[in-house]
């Protein structure tokens, strides 16, 4: 009885758990855009263009824009040619997420010199 109950005292701290973490960040239509991007390449244009606008105006102080999302847009911008905008995401990513910045450092020095 007691494993029982321990058992489900867990379950019930571990979903707690994962129902607040919900809002916590930004996400637009990241999955939506994913999926049309590799699935749907007659629509790829539009569904970059709403994403990029989103990455550009989105998020707030209480709810920033999440994780990867600015590296995200660089990389479609890289994708694109537009080496400029690439860079300026890079930063951005680079600035709002301290853990990034090993690789981005990188990233962003070799775009440079490439310029």
């Known amino acids: 009885m007691n494993k029982r109950f321990l058992l489900t005292l867990s379950m019930f701290v571990l979903l707690a758990g994962?129902?607040?973490?919900?809002?916590?960040?930004?996400w637009g239509q990241y999955q939506e855009t994913l999926f049309v991007v590799y699935q749907e390449p007659e629509l790829k244009e539009e569904a970059l263009k709403n994403y990029m606008e989103f990455v550009?105006?989105?998020?707030?102080?209480?709810?920033?824009i999440a994780p990867g999302l600015f590296a995200e847009?660089?990389?479609?911008?890289?994708?694109?040619?537009?080496v400029d905008s690439a860079i300026k995401f890079y930063k951005l990513?680079?600035?709002?997420?301290?853990?990034?910045?090993?690789?981005?450092?990188?990233?962003?020095?070799?775009?440079?010199?490439?310029?």
Do not use: V
């Open 18 to 26: 994962c129902a607040s973490n919900q809002g916590l960040y930004e």
């Open 56 to 64: 550009e105006t989105g998020g707030t102080p209480e709810h920033p």
């Open 73 to 82: 847009a660089g990389t479609f911008m890289l994708e694109q040619g537009d």
């Open 93 to 115: 990513e680079y600035d709002a997420w301290p853990e990034s910045r090993p690789m981005l450092s990188m990233l962003i020095k070799n775009l440079e010199a490439r310029q």
